[in-house]
Protein backbone atom coordinates (compact mmCIF):
# COMPACT_ATOMS: atom_id res chain seq x y z
CA UNK A 1 0.00 0.00 0.00
CA UNK A 2 1.00 3.45 -0.79
CA UNK A 3 0.77 6.52 1.41
CA UNK A 4 -2.05 8.55 1.03
CA UNK A 5 -2.12 10.96 -2.20
CA UNK A 6 -1.48 14.82 -1.04
CA UNK A 7 -0.02 13.77 2.09
CA UNK A 8 3.62 13.53 1.91
CA UNK A 9 5.80 16.29 3.21
CA UNK A 10 9.56 15.79 1.96
CA UNK A 11 11.45 15.77 -1.02
CA UNK A 12 14.86 14.46 -2.06
CA UNK A 13 16.26 15.40 -5.30
CA UNK A 14 19.47 13.52 -6.60
CA UNK A 15 21.67 15.44 -9.09
CA UNK A 16 24.19 13.25 -9.45
CA UNK A 17 27.32 15.71 -11.85
CA UNK A 18 31.12 15.90 -10.00
CA UNK A 19 34.14 16.82 -11.10
CA UNK A 20 35.63 14.10 -9.86
CA UNK A 21 35.13 10.82 -7.98
CA UNK A 22 36.50 10.25 -4.64
CA UNK A 23 38.05 7.28 -3.79
CA UNK A 24 35.60 6.28 -1.14
CA UNK A 25 32.61 7.01 -2.96
CA UNK A 26 29.50 4.38 -3.34
CA UNK A 27 26.97 7.07 -4.10
CA UNK A 28 25.34 7.23 -7.78
CA UNK A 29 27.94 9.91 -9.12
CA UNK A 30 28.84 10.73 -12.80
CA UNK A 31 31.62 12.30 -13.54
CA UNK A 32 31.59 15.66 -15.87
CA UNK A 33 28.84 14.76 -18.55
CA UNK A 34 28.60 18.84 -18.52
CA UNK A 35 26.68 18.47 -21.93
CA UNK A 36 23.96 16.17 -19.99
CA UNK A 37 23.05 18.44 -17.06
CA UNK A 38 20.12 20.12 -18.39
CA UNK A 39 18.60 17.18 -20.36
CA UNK A 40 18.36 15.23 -16.78
CA UNK A 41 17.14 18.36 -14.76
CA UNK A 42 14.14 18.37 -17.62
CA UNK A 43 14.11 15.02 -16.62
CA UNK A 44 13.96 15.17 -12.88
CA UNK A 45 11.36 17.92 -13.63
CA UNK A 46 9.33 15.92 -15.38
CA UNK A 47 8.94 12.83 -13.04
CA UNK A 48 8.20 15.51 -10.19
CA UNK A 49 5.57 16.86 -12.18
CA UNK A 50 4.09 12.62 -12.83
CA UNK A 51 4.19 12.23 -9.51
CA UNK A 52 3.21 15.66 -7.92
CA UNK A 53 0.20 14.15 -6.73
CA UNK A 54 1.91 12.37 -3.87
CA UNK A 55 3.47 15.50 -2.30
CA UNK A 56 1.15 17.83 0.18
CA UNK A 57 0.57 21.18 -1.34
CA UNK A 58 3.31 23.10 0.72
CA UNK A 59 6.17 20.60 2.11
CA UNK A 60 8.29 20.51 5.20
CA UNK A 61 11.70 19.48 3.70
CA UNK A 62 13.15 19.63 0.60
CA UNK A 63 16.85 18.07 -0.13
CA UNK A 64 19.15 18.62 -3.24
CA UNK A 65 21.89 15.99 -2.94
CA UNK A 66 24.45 14.07 -5.06
CA UNK A 67 27.23 14.15 -6.49
CA UNK A 68 27.56 17.35 -6.03
CA UNK A 69 24.42 19.56 -6.13
CA UNK A 70 26.45 23.06 -7.45
CA UNK A 71 28.26 21.39 -9.83
CA UNK A 72 25.30 21.44 -12.07
CA UNK A 73 25.46 23.98 -14.51
CA UNK A 74 23.86 27.02 -13.25
CA UNK A 75 21.33 27.56 -15.68
CA UNK A 76 19.88 24.30 -15.56
CA UNK A 77 20.02 24.38 -11.38
CA UNK A 78 18.27 27.44 -11.18
CA UNK A 79 16.00 26.14 -13.47
CA UNK A 80 15.34 23.45 -11.14
CA UNK A 81 15.47 25.31 -7.96
CA UNK A 82 13.03 27.66 -9.26
CA UNK A 83 10.14 24.78 -10.26
CA UNK A 84 10.47 23.11 -7.02
CA UNK A 85 6.93 23.14 -4.16
CA UNK A 86 7.11 25.61 -1.27
CA UNK A 87 8.95 24.05 1.51
CA UNK A 88 9.95 25.12 5.24
CA UNK A 89 13.92 23.80 5.15
CA UNK A 90 15.29 23.51 1.65
CA UNK A 91 19.02 22.11 1.77
CA UNK A 92 21.44 21.80 -1.19
CA UNK A 93 24.07 20.21 -0.83
CA UNK A 94 27.78 22.15 -1.91
CA UNK A 95 31.59 20.89 -1.83
CA UNK A 96 33.59 24.41 -1.06
CA UNK A 97 35.39 24.68 -4.06
CA UNK A 98 32.16 25.47 -5.85
CA UNK A 99 30.75 27.89 -4.11
CA UNK A 100 31.25 31.51 -5.32
CA UNK A 101 29.65 34.73 -4.20
CA UNK A 102 27.01 34.18 -7.62
CA UNK A 103 26.48 30.84 -6.69
CA UNK A 104 25.68 31.44 -3.45
CA UNK A 105 23.27 34.37 -4.33
CA UNK A 106 21.21 32.05 -6.83
CA UNK A 107 21.09 29.92 -4.23
CA UNK A 108 19.35 32.55 -1.77
CA UNK A 109 17.11 33.74 -4.43
CA UNK A 110 15.65 30.29 -5.45
CA UNK A 111 14.65 29.75 -1.63
CA UNK A 112 17.10 28.14 -0.73
CA UNK A 113 17.91 28.48 3.43
CA UNK A 114 19.82 25.95 4.66
CA UNK A 115 23.27 24.47 2.80
CA UNK A 116 25.33 21.57 3.79
CA UNK A 117 28.89 21.75 2.98
CA UNK A 118 31.59 19.10 2.03
CA UNK A 119 34.42 19.88 4.16
CA UNK A 120 35.29 16.04 5.31
CA UNK A 121 38.69 18.24 6.76
CA UNK A 122 40.82 20.87 7.05
CA UNK A 123 44.20 18.97 6.53
CA UNK A 124 45.83 19.24 3.16
CA UNK A 125 47.37 15.92 3.47
CA UNK A 126 44.22 14.48 4.84
CA UNK A 127 42.17 16.15 1.84
CA UNK A 128 45.02 14.72 -0.48
CA UNK A 129 44.50 11.05 1.00
CA UNK A 130 40.79 11.64 0.60
CA UNK A 131 40.91 12.66 -2.95
CA UNK A 132 39.32 16.02 -2.38
CA UNK A 133 39.80 18.89 -4.71
CA UNK A 134 38.81 21.76 -2.44
CA UNK A 135 41.58 23.28 -0.05
CA UNK A 136 41.08 24.74 3.88
CA UNK A 137 40.97 27.81 2.55
CA UNK A 138 38.31 26.92 0.26
CA UNK A 139 35.92 25.85 2.82
CA UNK A 140 36.66 28.95 5.41
CA UNK A 141 35.66 31.33 1.60
CA UNK A 142 32.76 29.40 1.19
CA UNK A 143 31.05 29.87 4.47
CA UNK A 144 32.08 33.51 4.17
CA UNK A 145 30.43 33.71 0.89
CA UNK A 146 27.72 32.07 2.03
CA UNK A 147 26.83 34.75 4.90
CA UNK A 148 27.71 37.54 2.70
CA UNK A 149 24.39 36.28 0.30
CA UNK A 150 22.17 35.96 4.02
CA UNK A 151 22.41 31.98 5.03
CA UNK A 152 21.91 31.85 8.35
CA UNK A 153 21.82 27.84 8.70
CA UNK A 154 25.07 26.00 7.40
CA UNK A 155 26.08 22.37 8.29
CA UNK A 156 29.27 21.36 7.69
CA UNK A 157 30.27 17.38 6.92
CA UNK A 158 33.43 15.69 8.39
CA UNK A 159 34.61 13.00 9.27
CA UNK A 160 37.38 10.90 11.40
CA UNK A 161 38.94 7.77 10.91
CA UNK A 162 40.93 9.22 7.97
CA UNK A 163 44.02 7.06 7.13
CA UNK A 164 46.89 8.37 8.97
CA UNK A 165 45.11 10.84 10.73
CA UNK A 166 46.32 11.38 14.47
CA UNK A 167 44.32 12.66 17.34
CA UNK A 168 45.87 15.83 17.15
CA UNK A 169 44.98 16.50 13.71
CA UNK A 170 41.70 15.26 14.35
CA UNK A 171 41.07 17.69 17.59
CA UNK A 172 42.63 20.84 14.84
CA UNK A 173 40.05 19.64 12.56
CA UNK A 174 37.14 20.25 15.38
CA UNK A 175 38.68 24.01 16.21
CA UNK A 176 38.64 24.73 12.48
CA UNK A 177 34.83 23.81 12.00
CA UNK A 178 34.47 25.47 14.96
CA UNK A 179 35.74 28.68 14.38
CA UNK A 180 33.38 29.26 11.63
CA UNK A 181 30.16 28.78 13.83
CA UNK A 182 28.16 26.76 11.84
CA UNK A 183 24.77 26.04 12.91
CA UNK A 184 25.12 22.30 12.53
CA UNK A 185 27.66 19.89 12.13
CA UNK A 186 27.60 16.11 10.65
CA UNK A 187 30.71 14.23 12.08
CA UNK A 188 30.46 10.69 10.08
CA UNK A 189 33.23 7.93 10.47
CA UNK A 190 35.42 7.11 7.47
CA UNK A 191 33.72 3.90 5.85
CA UNK A 192 35.20 2.46 3.00
CA UNK A 193 32.74 0.25 1.03
CA UNK A 194 34.66 -3.28 0.28
CA UNK A 195 35.60 -3.10 -3.75
CA UNK A 196 36.36 0.78 -3.87
CA UNK A 197 39.64 1.63 -5.26
CA UNK A 198 39.92 3.49 -1.54
CA UNK A 199 40.13 0.34 0.48
CA UNK A 200 42.51 -1.38 -1.71
CA UNK A 201 44.64 1.54 -1.34
CA UNK A 202 44.48 2.13 2.44
CA UNK A 203 42.53 -1.03 3.63
CA UNK A 204 45.79 -2.09 6.22
CA UNK A 205 45.32 1.17 7.58
CA UNK A 206 42.04 1.34 8.36
CA UNK A 207 41.58 -2.15 9.52
CA UNK A 208 44.68 -1.06 11.65
CA UNK A 209 43.09 2.15 13.56
CA UNK A 210 39.72 0.83 13.64
CA UNK A 211 39.96 -0.19 17.85
CA UNK A 212 40.81 3.89 17.68
CA UNK A 213 37.64 5.11 16.28
CA UNK A 214 35.63 4.85 19.16
CA UNK A 215 38.07 7.01 21.03
CA UNK A 216 38.42 9.61 18.56
CA UNK A 217 34.57 9.99 18.47
CA UNK A 218 33.78 10.13 21.90
CA UNK A 219 36.77 13.64 21.55
CA UNK A 220 34.54 14.73 18.63
CA UNK A 221 31.27 14.44 21.18
CA UNK A 222 33.40 16.17 24.13
CA UNK A 223 34.54 19.43 21.76
CA UNK A 224 31.15 19.65 20.26
CA UNK A 225 28.82 19.56 23.36
CA UNK A 226 31.50 21.65 24.87
CA UNK A 227 30.91 24.36 22.62
CA UNK A 228 27.32 24.32 23.04
CA UNK A 229 25.77 21.81 20.67
CA UNK A 230 23.34 19.14 21.12
CA UNK A 231 24.38 15.83 20.17
CA UNK A 232 20.89 14.98 18.88
CA UNK A 233 21.49 12.49 16.42
CA UNK A 234 24.72 9.30 16.29
CA UNK A 235 26.57 11.76 13.87
CA UNK A 236 24.97 14.88 14.45
CA UNK A 237 25.39 17.91 16.76
CA UNK A 238 23.41 21.48 16.06
CA UNK A 239 22.66 24.39 17.81
CA UNK A 240 19.35 25.34 19.66
CA UNK A 241 16.13 24.66 16.60
CA UNK A 242 19.17 23.84 14.08
CA UNK A 243 18.35 20.14 12.92
CA UNK A 244 18.94 19.26 9.82
CA UNK A 245 15.12 18.69 9.59
CA UNK A 246 14.87 16.95 6.56
CA UNK A 247 16.94 13.84 7.69
CA UNK A 248 14.93 14.22 11.00
CA UNK A 249 12.12 12.49 8.87
CA UNK A 250 14.02 9.92 7.82
CA UNK A 251 14.83 9.41 11.57
CA UNK A 252 11.29 9.71 12.64
CA UNK A 253 10.47 7.28 9.79
CA UNK A 254 8.04 9.15 7.46
CA UNK A 255 7.57 9.12 4.45
CA UNK A 256 9.66 10.25 1.65
CA UNK A 257 9.97 10.90 -2.06
CA UNK A 258 13.00 10.95 -3.69
CA UNK A 259 13.66 11.94 -7.94
CA UNK A 260 16.43 11.40 -10.22
CA UNK A 261 18.55 8.33 -11.02
CA UNK A 262 19.29 6.18 -7.96
CA UNK A 263 16.95 7.85 -5.70
CA UNK A 264 14.96 6.31 -3.16
CA UNK A 265 11.18 6.42 -1.95
CA UNK A 266 9.49 5.31 1.50
CA UNK A 267 5.58 5.72 0.66
CA UNK A 268 3.44 3.82 3.59
CA UNK A 269 4.36 0.18 2.47
CA UNK A 270 5.76 0.50 -1.00
CA UNK A 271 9.77 1.37 -1.55
CA UNK A 272 11.00 2.32 -4.77
CA UNK A 273 14.62 2.56 -6.06
CA UNK A 274 14.79 4.59 -9.55
CA UNK A 275 17.93 2.66 -11.45
CA UNK A 276 21.05 4.24 -11.55
CA UNK A 277 21.89 4.57 -15.61
CA UNK A 278 20.96 8.31 -17.10
CA UNK A 279 20.52 7.44 -20.15
CA UNK A 280 17.38 4.93 -19.60
CA UNK A 281 16.09 8.00 -17.05
CA UNK A 282 15.83 10.06 -19.45
CA UNK A 283 14.40 8.31 -22.00
CA UNK A 284 11.66 6.82 -20.44
CA UNK A 285 10.72 10.65 -18.77
CA UNK A 286 10.78 11.92 -22.11
CA UNK A 287 8.11 9.74 -23.15
CA UNK A 288 6.31 10.72 -20.56
CA UNK A 289 6.85 7.10 -18.60
CA UNK A 290 8.12 6.65 -15.29
CA UNK A 291 11.89 5.65 -14.69
CA UNK A 292 12.95 2.57 -14.41
CA UNK A 293 12.92 1.48 -10.57
CA UNK A 294 12.52 -1.37 -8.45
CA UNK A 295 9.29 -1.80 -6.39
CA UNK A 296 9.65 -3.80 -2.81
CA UNK A 297 6.75 -4.54 -0.80
CA UNK A 298 7.30 -3.97 3.59
CA UNK A 299 5.67 -5.59 5.73
CA UNK A 300 4.31 -4.24 9.11
CA UNK A 301 7.49 -5.47 10.87
CA UNK A 302 10.03 -4.58 8.94
CA UNK A 303 8.70 -0.52 9.59
CA UNK A 304 8.88 -1.29 13.13
CA UNK A 305 12.70 -2.88 12.82
CA UNK A 306 13.53 -0.02 10.75
CA UNK A 307 11.67 2.36 13.00
CA UNK A 308 13.91 1.18 15.76
CA UNK A 309 17.25 1.11 13.85
CA UNK A 310 16.28 5.04 13.09
CA UNK A 311 14.76 5.95 16.09
CA UNK A 312 17.49 4.77 18.18
CA UNK A 313 19.75 7.50 16.72
CA UNK A 314 18.02 10.36 18.13
CA UNK A 315 18.44 11.60 21.84
CA UNK A 316 14.47 11.98 22.32
CA UNK A 317 12.68 9.02 23.45
CA UNK A 318 11.56 6.75 20.76
CA UNK A 319 7.92 5.07 21.66
CA UNK A 320 7.53 1.51 22.73
CA UNK A 321 4.58 1.62 20.90
CA UNK A 322 5.91 2.30 17.66
CA UNK A 323 8.12 -0.84 17.60
CA UNK A 324 6.12 -3.16 19.27
CA UNK A 325 7.40 -6.88 18.15
CA UNK A 326 10.78 -5.70 16.69
CA UNK A 327 12.02 -5.70 20.29
CA UNK A 328 12.82 -8.54 22.43
CA UNK A 329 11.80 -8.25 25.98
CA UNK A 330 14.58 -10.02 27.64
CA UNK A 331 17.45 -7.70 25.70
CA UNK A 332 15.50 -4.88 26.89
CA UNK A 333 16.03 -5.68 30.52
CA UNK A 334 19.70 -6.76 29.67
CA UNK A 335 20.95 -3.46 27.84
CA UNK A 336 18.75 -1.15 31.14
CA UNK A 337 21.07 -3.39 33.58
CA UNK A 338 24.07 -2.93 31.65
CA UNK A 339 22.87 1.19 32.02
CA UNK A 340 22.87 1.60 28.02
CA UNK A 341 19.69 2.33 27.36
CA UNK A 342 16.22 3.98 30.06
CA UNK A 343 13.02 4.31 29.63
CA UNK A 344 11.35 7.46 29.64
CA UNK A 345 7.63 7.52 30.18
CA UNK A 346 6.46 5.64 26.93
CA UNK A 347 9.93 5.75 25.19
CA UNK A 348 13.43 4.57 25.52
CA UNK A 349 16.39 6.06 24.74
CA UNK A 350 20.07 5.17 24.60
CA UNK A 351 22.73 6.61 27.30
CA UNK A 352 25.23 8.06 26.34
CA UNK A 353 27.41 4.92 26.58
CA UNK A 354 24.72 3.30 24.52
CA UNK A 355 25.27 5.86 21.83
CA UNK A 356 28.69 5.53 21.45
CA UNK A 357 27.96 2.10 20.85
CA UNK A 358 25.13 2.46 18.89
CA UNK A 359 24.68 -0.18 16.30
CA UNK A 360 25.82 -3.48 18.31
CA UNK A 361 23.42 -2.25 21.23
CA UNK A 362 20.30 -1.54 18.79
CA UNK A 363 21.65 -5.36 17.28
CA UNK A 364 21.01 -6.69 20.97
CA UNK A 365 17.45 -5.36 21.31
CA UNK A 366 16.22 -6.48 17.98
CA UNK A 367 14.03 -9.46 18.47
Known amino acids: MSAVGGQVRHLYVHLPFCAHRCGYCDFVTLVGRHGEHGAYVDAVMRELRLEGGILAPRLETIFLGGGTPTFTEAGALEGLLASLPDADEVTVEANPETVTPSLARLLSRNRVNRVSLG ?119 CLPGREARHNLGYWLGRDYLGVGIGAVSTLGLERRRNAPKLAGYVAALARGLAPPREIETLDEETKRRERLMLGLRLDRPLPLAAVGSAVEPAALSRVERLGLAERRGDGLVLSDRGRFLGDAVTAELMA
Open 119 to 237: AQSFNTSLLAVLERRCRPEDVRRAVHDLRDAGFDNISLDLLYGIPGQSTAELEADVESALALAPEHVSYYELEAKPGTRFTHAHGEELARQADAMEGYFERVVEALVGAGYRWYETANF
